[in-house]
């Protein structure tokens, strides 16, 4: 029986997890590229044989202009999971901020690659899915836009549930789930707004020696300013977005709302709304859909008025290429804590990491590192 891989011609392994590869191929009717990502099911524990299928399951069910495209999936001789997406020649946000040799991207490039991934992230939340691992190497270029792809961590929500699994990246992980708190939606936006941030400075927002460092990076909210060459308008978006307290960051259709993105939003919005993600058990319940819309629409009034009002300097956005990398602010963090990016540290996909999860809260629900890491310090 002919295989559907047979249908491939392999072209170079363009990637490398924990579980699998991502390999380059060529469909041999269809004379187009792809990428094909093939997961080991032998040796793994059943948890990971079972994210998996779920990543296969969920990635079929995802159709949106901003999301990698899904081409098909099969489990080949009950060894792999194969997965074949669209091939975004352009690499990942992380490759391309590495070439730009200390050159700022323009406002307006910047802008519309932060309104394309919002609309990523709104579609993925009306439709309850939860990505859990937003970071600049899971989001994809194209000739134009850019796709958010990776779904191996990516869950499936009903209404305002919270999950408390301890996974993702930790450069990228918010105050809740550091904490070992139950966390939702919020969780994705904080770590949105920290790759803008680091699309923005060509430095993560927050990155420390530890976890101890990084968790009380992040309990101080100690990031440093943005380059003076982006206005104060987007400075404003992103910085809302990394508001410790989920119950006050907006939600990503909030954001698509605010005056400054709207010239963005009309010309990259889909001029018909992309198909809903069919869930695998139909919602049907009006209730569990307006209780999610609450709960992402809890801010106080004076968090929301902040958010929307209109920044005095909001002007038209020229171009910036020949913007060098230079500091001009006062650097609001400790340089000697900081250390070069974690980036290649893989994802956290272990729901009892002790590194992780033994970080509490004090009585004012302040994040403590744990006395292991203190220890470490």
Request: net charge neutral; aromatic share 8%.
């Amino acid at each position: 029986m002919e295989s559907r891989m047979d249908q491939y011609e392999l072209m170079e392994q363009i990637g490398r997890g924990a579980f699998g590869a991502a390999i380059l191929v060529h469909h041999k009717a269809e004379r187009k590229k792809y990428v094909l990502k093939k997961i080991r099911l032998a040796r793994q524990t059943e948890r990971c044989r079972r994210s998996a299928h779920q990543e296969m399951s969920l990635i079929a069910r995802v159709q949106h202009p901003y999301i990698v495209e899904f081409k098909e999936a099969w489990v080949e001789k009950g060894c792999y999971v194969c997965i074949v997406t669209g091939y975004c020649e352009g690499g990942d946000m992380a490759e391309l901020m590495k070439k730009s040799n200390g050159v700022y991207f323009p406002e307006e490039k910047l802008c519309k690659w932060f309104t394309q991934l919002l609309l990523a992230v709104e579609y993925l939340h009306s439709n309850y899915v939860l990505h859990r691992d937003l970071k600049c190497s899971n989001i994809f270029l194209t000739k134009d836009d850019v796709r958010l792809g990776d779904f191996g961590l990516a869950k499936t929500l009903k209404a305002d549930d919270l999950t408390s699994s301890v996974v993702g990246t930790p450069n990228y992980m918010c105050p809740e789930l550091l904490a070992d708190i139950p966390y939702g939606f919020k969780s994705d936006i904080w770590s949105l707004g920290c790759c803008i941030y680091e699309m923005a400075a060509f430095r993560p927002a927050f990155k420390a020696f530890d976890m101890a460092g990084l968790i009380s990076k992040v309990n101080r909210s100690s990031i440093g300013p943005l380059p003076s060459c982006y206005s104060p308008s987007l400075k404003a978006l992103i910085k809302g977005m990394l508001r410790k307290n989920p119950e006050y960051r907006p939600s990503a259709s909030e954001i698509l709302k605010h005056p400054y993105l709207q010239p963005y939003v009309e010309q990259y919005r889909p001029a018909i709304n992309a198909a809903s993600i069919t869930p695998e058990k139909p919602l049907n319940s009006r209730e569990g859909r307006r209780s999610m819309a609450e709960s992402q629409n809890s801010n106080s009034s004076n968090e929301r008025d902040n958010f929307y009002v209109s920044d005095k300097s909001n002007r038209p956005v020229g171009p910036s290429n020949g913007n060098k990398v230079v500091e001009t602010d006062s650097v609001s963090v400790d340089e000697e804590d900081i250390v070069d990016h974690m980036q290649q540290q893989q994802p956290v996909e272990n729901e009892n990491v002790q590194s992780v999860s033994a970080a509490k809260t004090d009585s004012h629900g302040i994040l403590k590192p744990s006395q292991s890491d203190q220890r470490q310090r």
